[in-house]
């Protein structure tokens, strides 16, 4: 007969280590360290993704938050635009409409009349004559050398003031009383 190539010695061995073993690979888990080490690389990368998918998630909500303030606002500018657009249709719509008759109403007969236009080219006289006046004015205040610096500006403010009162009693058509570009 032929010598089994196992022995029972060796079949002992074999058994006692798988029974000794596999105890002791269940309890560490079967893994070794440079699978936990690649596990736990995995497990940062994995950690990053996550980070950088919430950083993306913050901005895309901040994004979110600016769209719908700028669409109220866009909505409060259309409604400030349909309410102008109202105001001169109004507008518009009241000027096509004719006057209605003097003789309709009894507040208009008893309204003060407005004065007719000047002339404009009486008007371009008057302002021609308030021109050389005020620059007759100021070389006048120009001659007075010996006045305080101060004064001096102060008199010209007031002629400037006055100039400004006059031009504008032209351009309305009431030229005041106290200097009329007839008189000099």
């Not at 061995?13 to 360290?33: K, N």
């Not at 657009?85 to 000027?95: G, H, N, P, R």
């Not at 004559?129 to 006045?147: G, N």
């Amino acid at each position: 007969m032929r010598v089994p190539a196992i022995t029972s010695r060796m079949a002992l061995r074999a058994v006692t280590l798988i029974v000794v073993g596999l105890p002791l690979l269940s309890a560490c888990g079967g893994h070794d360290d440079a699978t936990q080490g690649q596990e736990h690389a995995q497990l940062d990368a994995m950690e990053r993704r996550l980070d950088a998918l919430d950083q993306r998630l913050a901005t895309t909500e901040k994004e979110l938050a600016a769209g719908g303030r700028l669409r109220d606002d866009m909505h409060a500018l259309e409604q400030r635009l349909a309410a102008a657009e109202a105001k001169v249709t109004q507008a518009l719509d009241l000027a096509k409409r004719p006057p209605p008759p003097a003789a309709a109403t009894g507040a208009t007969a008893a309204a003060p009349a407005r004065p007719a236009p000047p002339d404009p080219i009486e008007r371009r006289a008057q302002l021609g004559a308030l021109m050389m006046e005020y620059r007759r004015r100021l070389a006048a205040l120009a001659q007075d050398s010996q006045a305080a610096p101060a004064d001096r500006l102060a008199a010209r403010r007031a002629v400037r003031d006055w100039y400004i009162a006059h031009r504008r009693a032209i351009l309305a058509g009431r030229p005041l009383q106290d200097w009329h570009p007839e008189t000099p």
